[in-house]
């Protein structure tokens, strides 16, 4: 079966799709367009990247295996970019990451040759860059970061374990950086991971036999890779999580005997504790480090309210809670902190709503819940937030029967809706794992009735003003079910309304002088769906969609 053939859902077909959604959802209506690129269960697209002005992606189909794919959201631009592992073999390209200064990107694929090595491509032509472990054997390239046009990896050339590497995108510039854990023969590993930039260096946890997993800095140089602490001393790990770079200086989460798991700091020469949440050597577990509006906000547990919502002031010497969103000991474990329009939206806990959406900005008053989308105690544990289009995108359980859903908020609860299927026994995004921006698109791998595949979404609105003169009409409800009403009419003009379907076929027309700036209108006797509203005046037509609900 040709591509063409099975890309088939971007076309007619996806019509009837498109209007269950706009049908059914309360708010400006959008448009969902699936690629099967397998007909025979699923696709499995992910590691979604944007490059070079395409999209890139790893997915499967019946005749290549698991390989990495190219689209520019149309049938004919979507195909297979390279078939590494030759024939229905699986090459599991992952790990995509962009250098988009050379024009590059990087991943790890296996072409049945060599094992899982690192490949380059260009977006023209597809390579194995280097085969880093000799052989059959893999290196495993992974946790892969750019920085100051270099790739920085970790991966295992056979002799010194999974250690830290670095890449200029040739052969010759692909090396070991430093072998930095030499134990068990100098086989064991760093394990370098949380690359974090910070003051023009690069900062990541790694480990070595004499002082565990700890917080190390490179400039580039094998000289200037160092360990800039021993939390936790001896070879007890610290393990240093959630890098993030606030008021000038690096914050993360760390270990030690006497504090436990807490808040720590450091400006690259001087590290240290910088807040102890949990009093004691009981850990707070601080995690979801993001900052806004001058302070860094976190989630973390005091011993006393459960996992909170909690802040740090912007001289960094002072620590509150913001909001004890679940009072008592249980906590609201707040999660998926995601800036927008100078506030931090994400999920939170509490006994009355259930796992809904909150926003905060730092502060006591100015956090609250912003929508109880499956009302009372039951949950719709929003997650996967994205802007887009000057809103905040993100996934919702709507009810306890139909699953993941898309909502968008406009950080009110009125302006916070949902693409409800109702008219559907599935729904199209069953299994989303996270979006990513594309065009004018949101790009995003779901479950639907062909199995896992690509989708994109595109929130054009329900009404649309296509305005041949210089008059801009709007119309609602939309969707409506038995009234609709047109706004921006001038009093005493004769205009001729048409209501027709997409097929250009005349369902209802109306010739008249106008009473007013607005006027409703008796839809006839037609099914759910989308329709077109033609508004006339002289030589200068409208055009506007209308959604008829039921």
């Not at 544990?381 to 306890?400: M, R």
Request: charged share 15%.
């Amino acid at each position: 079966m040709s591509l063409r053939n099975k890309i088939r859902r971007m076309s007619k077909n996806y019509w009837s799709l498109a209007c269950l959604l706009l049908v059914s959802c309360c708010m400006q209506a959008q448009s969902f367009n699936e690629l099967v690129l397998n007909n025979w269960g699923g696709s499995f697209p992910s590691d979604l990247v944007v490059f070079n002005g395409k999209l890139y992606f790893s997915a499967s189909d019946s005749t290549h295996g698991f390989e990495p794919w190219v689209s520019d959201e149309t049938t004919s631009g979507t195909k297979l970019l390279k078939d590494i592992f030759v024939g229905t073999g699986n090459s599991f390209p992952q790990n995509l990451t962009v250098d988009s200064t050379a024009g590059l990107l990087f991943f790890q694929a296996d072409d049945s040759v060599h094992g899982a090595e690192l490949w380059l491509s260009n977006g023209d032509s597809t390579w194995l860059l280097k085969d880093i472990y000799p052989g059959q054997s893999p290196s495993l390239p992974q946790n892969m970061f750019m920085f100051n046009g270099k790739l920085y990896f970790q991966a295992d050339d056979g002799a010194h374990g999974p250690e830290l590497w670095v890449s200029d995108g040739t052969a010759n510039g692909t090396q070991l950086l430093k072998d930095i854990n030499t134990a068990h023969n100098d086989t064991a590993g760093s394990f370098p991971s949380g690359f974090t930039t910070y003051n023009g260096k690069l900062y990541f946890n790694a480990a070595d036999s004499a002082h565990g997993y700890e917080l190390w800095v490179t400039d580039g140089t094998t000289a200037g890779t160092n360990l800039v602490a021993d939390i936790y001393p001896d070879t007890l790990s610290s393990n240093p999580t959630d890098l993030t770079v606030f008021n000038g200086k690096l914050y993360f989460a760390a270990t030690d005997s006497v504090h436990g798991n807490e808040l720590w700091v450091t400006d690259g020469i001087n590290t240290t504790l910088a807040f102890d949440f949990n009093q004691g050597y009981q850990s707070s577990n601080p995690q979801g480090l993001t900052v806004i509006n001058s302070k860094l906000v976190l989630q973390a547990d005091d011993g006393t309210d459960g996992p909170e919502l909690w802040s740090v002031d912007a001289n960094g010497v002072g620590a509150q809670l913001v909001y004890d969103i679940y009072p008592g000991p249980t906590g609201s474990y707040p999660q998926g902190f995601t800036p927008y329009e100078g506030k931090l939206y994400f999920q939170a806990t509490d006994s009355l709503h259930g796992t809904e959406l909150w926003s905060t900005d730092g502060t006591n008053a100015g956090t609250s819940l912003v929508a109880d989308i499956v009302a009372g105690p039951n949950s719709s544990n929003p997650a996967y937030f994205i802007n887009y289009h000057n809103k905040l995108y993100f996934i919702a359980q709507p009810d306890t029967v139909s699953g993941d859903q898309l909502f968008v908020t406009d950080g009110t609860g009125a302006g916070t809706q949902g693409f409800l299927l109702t008219d559907v026994a599935l729904n199209p995004l069953g299994a989303t794992n996270g979006f990513t921006l594309f065009n004018n698109s949101l790009a995003f791998s779901a479950f639907y009735d062909a199995g896992q595949q690509l989708w994109f979404f595109d929130d054009a609105p329900t009404a649309v003003n296509v305005v041949a003169g210089n008059q801009t009409f709007g119309v609602y409800p939309n969707p409506c079910v038995n009234n609709y009403t047109l706004s921006g009419i001038s009093t005493g003009q004769n205009y001729t309304i048409s209501l027709t379907d997409l097929e250009g076929r005349v369902l209802q027309t109306q010739q008249l002088q106008a009473y007013g700036q607005r006027m409703s209108f008796v839809l006839p006797q037609v099914s759910a769906g989308l329709y077109l509203v033609q508004v006339q005046s002289g030589n200068e037509v409208s055009t506007l969609r209308l959604v008829k609900g039921e």
